[in-house]
């Protein structure tokens, strides 16, 4: 009986995204009475390696290859599943992120594992193990019951934050058989936004929509974020107009993000933007039409133009932040 | 070549979602059906690629396992311009039992590039296309916003967190495809819709396979509590909220 996670790095880095992962696995391996393993692959220092200790892994074994600072998913998910195996995980355990998303179901097929992904809470029952999982994108839950012996998880984003939770965690390196055929494709050219927040790591975002009126108007909802240390988003005809890029456009049809704080500003709530936001812990609108829909999904509503409402919240979070310090 | 298109057969996106059977069952009653908004994209790019192929791609297939339910869907596709669609018979029990049925179905009809969507809008799974993928012992590349094709290269991009890659693969491969993959999903036209009728629409019967997860239940999330209102006038208010109740800054 184990457990196994695997955690992605980002440069040789963690994030908020994999401490979580492990808090989880921790919660579900003490209900299990069994060990959290880690599997790590591309290059990451042991002092960085050694952090998922704190947050309750036991084991740590790494997989370092050149061909493996890229994903590829038929080598990762046979490496995956080596672990898996040489470790007799009964549960094996990813974040829903593009990662998480391309690995999974293929370690699944090797496992013959049942596979639950969007997971939002440990499991309310071991047998049958059933878990929470969000369906039609945000609008419901389900209980999913997984009938295999051998399970594979993905954990939603921000469901249950992050604990820690010492470990003494003990590293081994780990490798892998590989073949030709596992490196079938080949990454050519890799482009990264630098000098932003990312959306799928912010703790707050702040978002524009048609109500923004046109792209030259981004100025003070960028400084808001700024001072919040947000990341930037907006709806689909915002993205669909070309006022903002793509990647930034948040709904079912975009990111599905679920931040502490979300500033929804000249967004009218339509039910394919609630789709990818409604999960954020608290919602602030800022509307003109008292009647938006925005306003029975938000916690917080101002019914303003946003126009004059923004500079105004600026500089008032602004005041809060040098009495702050 | 030949792009399969897998489809699945989602209530439209402003469904109100509701439950019976005491919470165990998704309520159809009244519900329209559509193309699952990533496979009605995923069919526009592969007619797009077909169209500018030079006759180097002969075909784009739909598939579909569902019931006789979903056959409206499957013409639907055939009228934006699918040449033929195949029909698995069988009622989608979990994505592990539809990779199952697809993957026997692709065994003995082999196809050179299949698109998935990265996830049905209905229960959300982002499984079915990596499982197929892998119940065929093929590459997969995931989460793929463009696909273009440079005589016999084909040349992806990817969306990974804060950034882009570009790939290349061989065929025969799966792509899970997400937004950017097409603009706009193509609209039948009036004669499409005519020559829809007669395309040939193939049934399967569906082999035997187990499902490996069930639903237990479902539940809607508990109602909002009532959006705490401020005035325009009065914004430091929602700060002093924000930071005091809220604590979130
Ligand atoms: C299949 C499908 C998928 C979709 N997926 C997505 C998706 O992923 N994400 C998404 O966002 N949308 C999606 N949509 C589109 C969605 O239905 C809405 O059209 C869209 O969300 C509306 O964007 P908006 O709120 O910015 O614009 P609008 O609906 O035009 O709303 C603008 C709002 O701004 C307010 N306003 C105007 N002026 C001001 C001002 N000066 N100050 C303050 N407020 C002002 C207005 O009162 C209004 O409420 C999808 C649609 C379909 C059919
Ligand atoms: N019943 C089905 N028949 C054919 N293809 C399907 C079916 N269900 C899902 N798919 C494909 O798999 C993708 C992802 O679905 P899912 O794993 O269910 O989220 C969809 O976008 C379709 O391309």
Redesign the interface.
Known sequence: MSLLVYTEN?DGKFKKLSFELITYARKVADQLGTEVSVVSIGNVADDELLKLGSYGADKILKVEDDRLN??I??AY?SIITQVADNINADIVLFA????G??????V???L???????VTNVPSSLD?F?VK?????N??????????SKKVL?LFQNSLGVEENPKPAAIEVFTPKLDDDDF??????????TGKV?L??AE?VVSGGRGMKNPDNWKPLEELAEV?GAATACSRPVSDEGWRP??E?VG???KIIAP??YFALGISGA??HL?GV?SS??I??VNTDKDAPI???????????VH??LP??VS??KE?KASQG | MKILVCISNVPDTTTKIRFTDNDTKFDAAGVQWIINPWDELALTRALELKEGSGGAIEKISVINVGSKDTEPTLRKALAIGADDAIRIDAEPQDAYFVASQLAEYLKANPFDIMLCGIDSSDYNGSLVGGMLSELLDLPSVSSVSKINMDGENIILNREIDGGSETLETTVPFVAIVQKGIALEPRIPSMRGIMMARKKPLEVKPAVETEALTEFAGFELPPPKAKCKMVDAENVNELVELLHNEAKVI
Do not use: C
């Not at chain 1, 829903?96 to 990662?99: D, I, K, L, Q, V």
């Not at chain 1, 306003?295 to 133009?305: H, K, L, P, R």
């Open positions: 980002w890229v994903l998913n038929r998910s829903h992120n593009f990662s998303k391309a690995i999974a179901p293929r699944a097929v090797k013959k594992a049942g596979a639950v992904t969007g049958p059933t999982k969000m369906v039609f994108t609008k419901a839950y389900a209980d999913v019951i997984v009938k295999s993905t079938k494709t080949k990454v050519t050219e890799t482009k990264k936004i990312l799928t790591d707050v919040l793509h990647e456009h079912q049809t975009g502490n704080l039910i394919q789709g409604s812990k608290h602030v609108a306003f029975e999904s938000a916690d917080y509503g101002i019914v303003g133009d004059k409402v105004e919240l008032k979070i809060l």
